[in-house]
């Protein structure tokens, strides 16, 4: 037997064993053709690594173009194509897709006394939270700042099935949220004030963030409390 390093770029990577049936011992030249196997299995190696480590990079670019750096969840433009995908899906099927839009309430307050690290711990949170609360197909997107999206597709066909879908859906993430958040010892209660849009038809994602933004806002004049849902129907 003989056994050569797999030495490339200064580094090891490995050992190449070779074995022979009888126990002579090895020429000159059966081990110069042995170095060169091993030189050249040590190149491939490396090659291998250099191709894995540019896919590897290459997926990590992709996720930071479309994932927000704080919560890991889709930014907006993922979220952009989700919508779309999802009223294409609905109207082939002849369901609805449901847009909420969440806004924290009081969040500059948080950033002001407890600073925006306090603020960044107290988003990351309730990402996690309002994320155990969705259905496997759901998207729960961070737009920036304090205000999320969740997209539900296939919410039901029918007006009631929808109303009851928004209502209970609203609900969880309500509770989700005001469960008491420890931040720098101190015991916060999160609330939002919630928008959503409905639509069984062929519509813009834009045109349906923009009907789910105003609702959210339409919400917090009303006091930061009750759900503001606009039936969005085709321009």
């Known amino acids: 037997m003989v056994a050569m390093p797999l030495l490339a770029r200064d580094c090891g990577w490995g050992v190449l064993d070779l074995y022979r049936t009888a126990a002579t011992p090895w020429t000159a030249t059966e081990l110069a053709t ?3 196997l091993a030189d050249v ?31 890991g969840l889709p930014n907006r433009a993922l979220l952009i194509d989700r919508v779309e995908q999802a009223v294409v899906a609905a109207e082939r099927l002849g369901t609805a897709v449901a847009v909420f839009v969440l806004d924290v309430d009081r969040f500059k307050n ?25 259905r496997e197909m759901d998207t729960l997107a961070r737009l ?39 931040v720098h010892d101190r015991d916060l209660i999160v609330t939002l004030s919630i928008g959503a ?21 339409d919400a917090k004049a009303y006091g930061r409390g009750p759900l503001v849902r606009r039936r969005s129907r085709p321009r």
């Open 110 to 134: 948080v950033n002001d006394t407890l600073g925006h690290a306090a603020g960044d711990e107290v988003l990351a949170e309730l990402a996690r939270r309002l994320k155990s609360v969705l």
């Open 197 to 217: 849009t409905v639509t069984s038809a062929r519509r813009s994602a834009q045109d349906l963030l923009r009907e789910a933004d105003q609702a959210m806002y």
């Open 41 to 71: 299995t040590a190149s491939y190696l490396a090659l291998g690594a250099d191709r894995d480590l540019a896919q590897l990079t290459l997926r990590e670019l992709e996720h930071r173009a479309t994932h927000d750096h704080l919560t």
């Open 144 to 182: 920036g700042g304090d205000e999320f999206v969740v997209v539900c597709e296939d919410v039901g066909g029918t007006r009631d099935q929808v109303t009851a879908f928004v209502r209970s859906l609203d609900r969880r993430m309500r509770d989700a949220a005001r469960r008491p958040l420890r």
């Open 34 to 36: 042995t170095q060169v």
